[in-house]
């Protein structure tokens, strides 16, 4: 189905008239030999486009854009190199449910297969790794392909959906017509859960003593958060989320035990595993959550709300699984279930909270790392943070207050170094009104450092707080602790300096060395309005706890006590 006139353009220019007509407003993107026409056209293109240092940076970008914003992300890069340079981000939005759609160029239709120059085969590789992908042989098919992309991409679990577009058929003539709708009789995602089950899980809820909802990062993509905490508050259960799932639920809120599983709160590990029913919504059972699988709440019975049917019992066995979209699910299972005022169980979960906060060792000459995330949380309460992933990661997801929903992202599946910058790159053109702060580690800021250049000149205001431990922090403390100190090839220290390196690209520079000198340089960097990087010289061999080892059950916990 098609609506409007025709109009002849080129394949190049119809890809973006297309892009138009998905209310997309920016892209992030390298040009290259067989993407010249695309980039030709978008000379004369109202669209912002954002000219990244590195095509991997462009994946990230659109990846923290959609995140950021809601909406489907795009990333442009050329093909062989500038192709596969795109495929850590493309996995990385994969394992994290992001929408994306990455257009790439490719050699003309007469060369593929022959080994060109520049060439690679961009949809085979990311197979694996995207929703669905499009190699384009005929330019009339563009339209259809663009309107269908988009729809995949966003829609039901949302992913990456990658456009191969070969050098020829961007300059094809075609006759225009944007379809307005999408027709794919082998998709149909299932949005309203059915009914039975919703009832056999308001049953379950009502037939449990010590219930716990347990929320992922399909929460979030979903807008699920208000039936989330309404749920919560009508049956009285503690929420837990996953890595993905921080701000779904506000932190401070008395319902939130906190994130669970290798480094979450002792009381949320103590939470799940003593509960008689996991309300699982969004989320996955990934290894990092459960531990020892066969250890994992042994005497819960679990309700499984997901719109991925393949994730339901693919982990661990549910007894009432539903498919269907959170948010709409949750709202029919409300009208169902009972009220509760209080509880023994509540009072039991709030007397973890009590004897086992998560906890640091304070100094009053050294900084501790998780001291700077608390005076990031009081001086940009209402700031979207982004991290890069290690041991930062985790003290963001533990000590930092998260108000609403899409304001923490990080790479959770992958665990991708040089995510975070990037990402709040994206973040702030997708949410302009918001402070964005990146965590980053010493090591992984030097993943995309060279971003600098593109916020710089782009005037992207993103401050990045660098908590440099001079080592590869998380790998280093699992030397420490199961290793016996063997700290191979994970010390950087004295790698780089920072600030010199913020003040080369014209960023504002700024480190702190003494407590003393954390808050006034993250008030400065977030007063400045400029792209700018914080160094922060922190304990070096600070850890993050609690641990759960891996292959231990969770509640198997490792604590700061302890060392």
């Excluded at 039901?156 to 058929?169: A, E, F, Y």
Aim: hydrophobic fraction near 40%; charged fraction near 20%.
């Amino acid at each position: 189905m098609t609506t409007g006139s025709t109009e002849k353009v080129n394949g190049a220019k119809a890809l973006i008239k297309c892009l138009e007509k998905e209310g997309v407003d920016t892209l992030f993107g390298y040009p290259g030999g067989q993407i010249i026409p695309f980039y030709n056209e978008l000379y004369d293109s109202d669209l912002r486009h954002i000219l990244v240092r590195h095509e991997q940076a462009a994946a990230h970008a659109a990846d923290g854009y959609a995140r950021a914003t809601g909406k489907t992300g795009v990333c442009v890069s050329t093909s062989g190199p500038g192709a596969t340079n795109l495929v850590t981000g493309i996995a990385t939005a994969y394992m994290d449910s992001v929408p994306i759609v990455a257009l790439t160029g490719q050699v003309p239709r007469s060369l593929i297969g022959n080994d060109a120059f520049q060439e690679a085969d961009i949809t085979g590789i990311t197979m694996p790794i995207t929703k669905h992908n499009y190699l384009v042989q005929d330019a009339q098919a563009i339209p259809r392909i663009v309107k269908e992309a988009f729809h995949i991409a966003s829609t039901g679990r949302p992913g990456p959906v990658l456009i191969d577009l070969p050098k020829d058929v961007q300059n094809i003539e075609i006759d225009l017509q944007y379809p307005d709708r999408v027709e794919l009789r082998s998709y149909k995602p299932t949005y309203k859960g059915n009914t039975q089950q919703i009832k056999r899980a308001a049953e379950e809820i009502a037939n449990s003593c010590r219930p716990i909802i347990y929320a992922g990062g399909g929460v979030i993509s979903s807008n699920a958060s208000a039936e989330l905490v309404e749920l919560a508050e009508a049956i009285m259960a503690p929420v837990t989320t996953t890595l993905m799932g921080i701000s779904s639920i506000p932190t401070e809120h008395p319902l939130y035990v906190g994130m669970l599983g290798m480094h979450g709160s002792k009381y949320a590990n103590y939470a799940i595993q003593e509960s008689d029913l996991i309300i699982a919504v969004g989320a996955r059972f990934d290894d990092r959550v459960t531990g020892k699988i066969e250890s994992f709440a042994p005497n819960a019975r679990i309700i499984h709300i997901d719109v991925d049917p393949a994730e339901i019992s693919k982990n661990v066995m549910v007894h009432v699984p539903i498919v269907g979209d959170a948010k709409q699910v949750l709202r029919s299972l409300i009208k169902y279930v009972r009220r509760c005022k209080s509880n023994e169980w509540i009072e039991k979960v709030n007397q973890w909270k009590k004897e086992y906060p998560l906890t640091y060792r304070q100094s009053r000459d050294t900084i501790m790392p998780q001291f700077v995330i608390e005076q990031i949380s009081e001086v940009c309460k209402d700031a979207i943070i982004v991290t890069e992933v290690g041991q930062h990661q985790m003290w963001a997801a533990q000590f930092f207050k998260y108000s609403e929903p899409r304001t923490f992202l990080t790479s959770g599946g992958l665990g991708t170094m040089g995510y975070g910058f990037p990402a709040a790159m994206g973040a702030k053109v997708g949410r302009p009104d918001k402070t964005v702060i990146n965590i980053a580690g010493d090591g992984s800021f030097q993943m995309n450092s060279q971003e600098l250049a593109t916020v710089v000149q782009n005037d992207i205001p993103v401050v990045n707080v660098i908590l440099n431990n001079g080592y590869l922090g998380m790998v280093r403390q699992w030397q420490e602790l199961f290793y016996d100190r063997r700290y191979s090839y994970t010390f950087i220290k004295g790698s780089v300096d920072f600030v010199k390196l913020a003040e080369a690209y014209g960023a504002l520079g700024l480190r702190a060395e003494k407590p003393s000198e954390v808050r006034p340089a993250i008030e400065e960097a977030v007063r400045s309005g400029r792209p700018a990087v914080v160094e922060v010289i922190v304990e070096c061999e600070a850890n993050v706890y609690p641990m759960v080892p891996a292959g231990a059950a969770i509640n198997e916990i490792i604590d700061l006590e302890e060392h």
